[in-house]
């Protein structure tokens, strides 16, 4: 059995290698029934700071799994969440720049919505070997 190289995976490479495994196997040729949008928060880096400086704590990658004939009823939600926080609708859509009170109604929206979220989240500064994540 030939041994191969282990490469150094970063949280994008290890995305990029899914990715094209995914799209080398048998199942791209398969007629699919669910869309899958992929998206990530953080960075790659372990430089951590005083007071939040730095390098990301917390490094996110979420999914979102919808069926295929539903697919265009996530576009309906981010116009339906815009118009309840009042937003223009082209505005980005970001977590983090809303407030509590915005929150609240843009999860529950999502709750009551026909998709499926995942998520992984990594606390970095409790990765005792940064090189080998």
Not at 50 to 75: M, T
Request: aromatic fraction near 8%.
């Amino acid at each position: 059995m030939r041994q191969q190289a282990v490469a150094r995976h970063t949280p994008r490479r290890t995305i990029a290698v899914l990715i094209s495994l995914f799209q080398r196997s048998k199942i791209r040729h398969m007629s699919s029934s669910f869309r899958v949008y992929i998206d990530e928060s953080g960075d790659e880096g372990f430089k951590f700071l005083p007071d939040e400086q730095g390098s990301s704590r917390w490094f996110v990658l979420s999914a979102v799994v919808i069926r295929k004939e539903r697919d265009l009823q996530l576009v309906q939600l981010a116009k339906d969440v815009r118009v309840l926080l009042k937003k223009e609708p082209k505005h980005a859509l970001h977590f983090r720049h809303l407030k509590h009170e915005q929150r609240v109604p843009f999860v529950r929206r999502i709750g009551e919505s026909p998709l499926r979220h995942i998520h992984i989240l990594v606390h970095k500064p409790s990765i005792a070997d940064p090189e080998a994540f």
